[in-house]
């Protein structure tokens, strides 16, 4: 039977993270846009908040405002933002909340290959040596609306594992190729996100596990 797909606009221009959220929502009946086809010149709020869920919210609220001002029509169904990062245990849970922004906090340049490399110069002064890790966590915050009427639901997960100093695999993005995720029978992965088929990281990951979780919420508020 043909779905009928219901337009999800994401507030982020960030190509990965809306490739994953449209292989992730794509079985449930959603098609992940970027927001900016309403809003071209979207401009991130300011990351004020103290956790994940809050900058998530904030997100959400700054990308409503905006797309109820777009000459853009038809609007979307609904609308999600999400606040994502990785926790390592080591370093007190940085990068945290400023996983995105690690390596321009510390002055050591931006994106995602100088956080990479932030993170292994910290590791490092905390004692981990080539080959040994720090345990650590991905966690991610999904922020969602229904537009007309306004319904928010929001979910939160984790995804436990570990971090080490080499870069390993040409696949998923930020510090998915530092990361080992535990396994659904308990056992560290021996290879990192980025090397995992895209399927197995959505079954184990910090997004993929918050979104199926949000999804059965929506299912339940039917």
Known sequence: MHRTHRILA??????????????ILAPAGWEVVSIRKWVPDLADPEETEPDFRGNAELKLEHA??????????????????????????????EPGVHSARFAERAGNG????????????????AGVVPGGSAPAAFVCAI???????????????????????????EGGF???????????????????FAELPSATKHSLSHRGLALRALVAKLGKRR
Request: with cysteine; proline share 5%; hydrophobic share 40%.
């Open 10 to 23: 994401l507030a982020s221009g960030n190509s990965h993270k809306l490739q994953e959220f449209g292989e």
């Open 64 to 93: 409503r405002a905006l797309l109820r001002e777009s000459a853009v029509r038809p609007l979307p169904r609904a609308l999600a933002a999400d606040d994502s990062g990785l926790a390592v245990r080591l370093l007190d849970g």
């Open 110 to 125: 931006s994106g995602d290959a100088a956080n990479r490399q932030e993170l292994a110069r910290r590791l490092r002064e």
């Open 143 to 169: 922020a969602f609306m229904e537009l007309d009427p306004d319904r928010l639901v929001e979910a939160m997960a984790e995804c436990p594992g570990a971090v080490g100093l080499d870069e390993r695999g």
């Open 174 to 192: 930020g510090y998915d190729s530092m990361f080992f995720p535990i396994l659904a029978d308990r056992r560290l992965s021996d290879r990192t």
